[in-house]
T-cell receptor, first 116, second 109 residues
Framework: GAVVSQHPSRVICKSGTSVKIECRSL??????MFWYRQFPKKSLMLMATSNEGSKATYEQGVEKDKFLINHASLTLSTLTVTSAHPEDSSFYICSASKSGAPYEQYFGPGTRLTVT | GQQLNQSPQSMFIQEGEDVSMNCTSS?????WLWYKQDPGEGPVLLIA?????ELTSNGRLTAQFGITRKDSFLNISASIPSDVGIYFCAGQGNTPLVFGKGTRLSVIA
């Protein structure tokens, strides 16, 4: 199997606070994890790619100081949205790939973030 | 950057009908993937294609990797209500996975 979990599934926070989202590969070791953002009725927008033990590679236009990514182990990556603003409200989805199939990404169920 | 054109954007079909959707690109891809996303959920991998010309089935789903490596199609045979959702193609070239904009499928019972 290739199961990826995310926690929390939904979070509501106030402007100015920080929120941490966890992404775990449950039954495999993820050499690479990816973080996406998805707006309503839109496709997935890649935010960053992270390899275990390395700094994340951010896509153009994504603020690395605002979206902190930590990939401390082969089964866990975290995304912290710092000083959240209402415009950060979105659906955040992580994915992970295995070493034997680096091009297949397995997605988590997503986290719905609402900033009030 | 690399972009994928996915069509159609949406489809309304009767239960039992066959469905076809496709993706094209101006760039060559080494891998084509097809995902399905249900509302409020993450995408689920349906089929992965690795070779030009490859035709792969997964139950009622069939997908092909175009010979030119610039296109792929996904067919769903004998659609059922649970096929409803958004289908995304994704291509892997020399950059991270690139996603199409999705095909929203509605099945009328």
């Amino acid at each position: 199997g290739a199961v990826v979990s995310q926690h929390p599934s939904r979070v509501i926070c106030k402007s100015g606070t920080s929120v941490k989202i966890e992404c775990r590969s449950l039954d495999f070791q993820a050499t690479t994890m990816f973080w996406y953002r998805q707006f309503p009725k839109k496709s997935l927008m890649l935010m960053a790619t992270s390899n275990e033990g390395s700094k994340a590679t951010y896509e153009q236009g994504v603020e690395k100081d605002k979206f902190l990514i930590n990939h401390a182990s082969l089964t866990l990556s975290t995304l912290t949205v710092t000083s959240a603003h209402p415009e950060d409200s979105s659906f955040y989805i992580c994915s992970a790939s295995k070493s034997g199939a680096p091009y297949e990404q397995y997605f988590g169920p997503g986290t719905r973030l609402t900033v009030t | 950057g690399q972009q994928l054109n996915q069509s159609p954007q949406s489809m309304f079909i009767q239960e039992g009908e066959d469905v076809s959707m496709n993706c094209t690109s101006s760039s060559i891809f080494n891998t084509w993937l097809w995902y399905k996303q249900d509302p409020g959920e993450g995408p689920v991998l349906l089929i992965a294609l690795y070779k030009a010309g490859e035709l792969t089935s997964n139950g009622r789903l069939t997908a092909q990797f175009g010979i030119t490596r610039k296109d792929s199609f996904l067919n769903i045979s004998a659609s059922i209500p649970s096929d409803v959702g958004i289908y995304f193609c994704a291509g892997q070239g020399n950059t991270p996975l690139v996603f199409g904009k999705g095909t929203r499928l509605s099945v009328i019972a």
